[in-house]
């Protein structure tokens, strides 16, 4: 299969939209990062998701929609605090976890009877699915496990004759995926932490709301073969790039020093080594680059990177998330 690069542009939607319309897969831009997308009540074009990234069959996809009426197509109804959340961040990047209408194929949401939706901001994405009549099941579009894509090239990197098309267009505003939080229980919970933060949550919601406590956890800490991930991210390996990481976590001053140590270190003993440090109040920068500085260091042929942690509360705690995957918990405390 030949992967089409196409533009931004009405005509190449025009393209892209036909696509997906007729089973196919578009890798396509969003506020967070690029998606794989598909028709979502399509289940032969959402197995080809699967089966291009590589991804677990119980790992749920996201459902995009282009506006607030498209949510009772894909759910029963809509609650006082979804309509409150739906108020306060569609579109952008917040997930919902909702009770599934039968529409929805098994295969998109991993055999569970509950779907996440969002709306995304971006206004290439929303078109996309307006032109395609359908809304789009889409994880990231990326293989499974390895940093997710902010670029086309990044997709590219991963996908190429995998997919039929990807279009081409700025850079993910975010860099990081959607928020996702749970509402099917009394008390909304956040299953994945993302760039609006709990307290963004409580603030709209006016009350308080949960953390799953596996977040930031090693997976050991929660591990059971039975346990099945209502969103993406919360089981399998993510976010890996091929070399060695390790975080370092401390004092600023401490962990600079310890890093510039293991560096000359490792770079004595012939290795290249990749270094990743944000400063202070950087969380947001941490966020939009992340992923890319993981897939630079692979391209520059990393053996090991080498990286700062970030203060565990609001975004920080998001993009700490990813990297604690990436680096497979592996962090040195200075």
Aim: with cysteine; aromatic share 6%.
């Amino acid at each position: 299969m030949e992967t089409r690069l196409l533009k931004d542009t009405t005509e190449d939607l025009d393209i892209a939209a036909d696509i997906i319309f007729h089973g196919g897969l578009v890798a396509f831009p969003t506020e967070t990062v690029y998606g794989l997308g598909a028709d979502a009540c399509n289940a032969y074009a959402v197995e080809k998701i699967y089966e291009a990234k590589g991804r677990p069959s119980d790992n749920p996809t996201i459902v995009h929609i282009s506006s607030n009426d498209d949510i009772l197509k894909l759910t029963y109804r809509i609650t006082p605090d979804m309509q409150t959340l739906m108020d306060a961040f569609w579109p952008g990047p917040m997930t919902m976890i909702v009770p599934r209408r039968d529409v929805i194929p098994n295969v998109t949401t991993g055999g569970l009877d509950t779907v996440g939706i969002r709306m995304p901001d971006n206004e290439v994405a929303r078109e996309l699915i307006r032109r395609s009549g359908c809304s789009i099941a889409a994880p990231s579009a990326n293989t499974s496990g390895k940093p997710s894509p902010t670029t086309a090239q990044h997709v590219l990197d991963d996908l190429d004759g995998k997919i039929d098309a990807v279009i081409e267009s700025a850079p993910c505003r975010v860099g990081i995926e959607s928020s996702v939080i749970d509402m099917t229980g009394d008390i909304p919970m956040i299953l994945r932490p993302g760039i609006i933060t709990q307290k963004d949550f409580e603030k709209a919601l006016g009350k308080g709301i949960l953390l799953d406590p596996t977040l930031n956890k090693r997976p050991e800490d929660f591990a059971d073969k039975d346990f099945k991930p209502k969103a993406p991210g919360m089981k399998y390996k993510h976010y890996a790039p091929k070399a060695d990481m390790i975080i370092f976590e401390g004092e600023p001053v401490n962990v600079a020093e310890a890093i510039d140590r293991e560096r000359l270190e490792r770079e004595s003993l012939g290795q290249n080594v990749a270094v990743i440090v944000f400063n202070e109040n950087e969380e947001e920068i941490a966020a939009r680059e992340i992923f890319a500085k993981l897939r630079q260091a692979d391209k520059d042929g990393a053996d090991v990177i080498l990286a700062a942690a970030l203060p565990e509360e609001g975004v920080g705690f998001s993009v700490m998330n990813r990297m604690l995957k990436s680096a497979g918990f592996n962090i040195k405390k200075v």
